[in-house]
Structures are given as structure tokens and as C-alpha cells.
């Protein structure tokens, strides 16, 4: 796959360049981006490219940085710990949005089957995951590329899925059939469970 340098390349000036229609066409494809390599593309589509007039210093930095650790052991055992991790968790989603989780419970065997499940759905026919490609987020199973697609200045070069599974575990049948009756569905389910912040 070939990436395409704006400087090189001779783009469209922004009068000509549709970037809506670019990714409602994208959209409406419900393929995501492995839709797209799995077409056979050579270059990436213009709505992937960043616009020049973002400044690289805002998206590039040449700072090293640690994201938070969060430890869960005794979480359940100990009320003043349990404090401490509640408001580790609430500082680390307001700062970073994300966090790693570890002592969290759930053996290495479960965590590897979860991505195999993940693998095995985005490993699937097109055609398959298209019935699960959604933008409604209150569904219980939702399959898309970039949930800000219509929003954000640059499209990532991403799919993702998403799966509630608290507080009403899904129904087998709200779940891909890939996902549905692994070993995932009966060993993930007890431990989401019972981890409660």
C-alpha cells in the first residue's frame, strides 16, 4: 500500500475536494478500513491524509510519557484502597481517557481468548460484518470505523467494535456468532461482572 505525501503529490485545492461525500461514500460502504485494503487499494483516500494546516507539533511530539498503571489488587478487600482506585480510575479518564489495568483477576487464557474472538470477527468475509456496521450506540453490539467519522479533522486508520456487557449481559444472539459460543461469552461475562468500581 502506497501512503501519499501531500508534498509530492499534487492535491485537489479544498474547493474541488468533497470530503463529506468522500466519507459518507466510506460510510455507507459498512466495510470499515479492512474493506478497503481488502479491496485491493494502492494509495490511502484523501480523508485519511492529516490537513496541512495542522500543525505537526500538535499531533507529533517528541516527549516521552508514561500513561497511568492502575493496580486493582485489593480492590475488594480493602475499603480505603478501594477509594484510592476509584479515584486512580476517575484522574486517569479525565487526564488520559484511557488507562492499563493491572491485578485485575482474569487469567492470561481468558484475556487470549478475547482476542482471538476480536481476530476472528475482523478475520471475517466483508459481506458478514457488514450486518453488524452501525452508528447507533445503543445497540448492544456495534461495528464502525471512526466513531467521530463526521467530526474529527483527520480519519484514523481504524476499525473498532464495541460490546456492553454490563450491567444485562448480551443475549448470544446480540453477539456475532464469531464472538457468540466461544469460551469468551461464558468465561469474560463472570469477570466484568464482578468488577465494580
Not at 105 to 112: A, F, Q, R, Y
Amino acid at each position: 500500500m502506497e501512503v501519499i505525501n501531500t508534498n509530492e503529490v499534487q492535491v485537489p485545492s479544498e474547493a474541488k475536494y468533497d470530503r463529506k461525500a468522500e466519507l459518507q461514500a466510506f460510510d455507507e460502504t459498512k466495510a470499515g478500513v479492512k474493506g478497503l485494503v481488502d479491496t485491493g487499494i494502492t494509495k490511502v483516500p484523501r480523508m485519511f491524509v492529516q490537513p496541512s494546516n495542522i500543525e505537526d507539533s500538535k499531533i507529533h511530539s517528541n516527549k516521552k510519557f508514561s500513561f497511568p498503571i492502575i493496580d486493582f489488587d485489593g480492590i475488594k478487600e480493602d475499603p480505603i484502597k478501594r477509594k484510592n482506585i476509584v479515584q486512580e480510575v476517575s484522574q486517569a479518564s479525565e487526564t488520559w481517557g484511557f488507562f492499563q489495568v493491572i491485578n485485575h483477576g482474569i487469567p492470561s487464557h481468558v484475556l487470549e481468548e478475547m482476542k482471538d474472538g476480536v481476530i476472528s470477527f475482523f478475520e471475517q468475509d466483508t459481506e458478514e460484518k457488514k450486518q453488524w456496521y452501525t452508528r447507533d450506540l445503543t445497540k448492544v453490539f456495534t461495528f464502525n470505523s471512526n466513531f467521530d467519522l463526521f467530526g474529527a479533522p483527520v480519519t484514523n486508520w481504524r476499525d473498532t467494535f464495541t460490546a456492553t456487557t454490563a450491567p444485562i449481559p448480551p443475549k448470544p444472539e446480540e453477539l456475532p456468532s464469531v464472538c457468540r459460543y466461544r469460551k469468551f461469552y461464558s468465561t469474560i461475562l463472570p469477570y466484568y461482572n464482578n468488577i465494580s468500581l
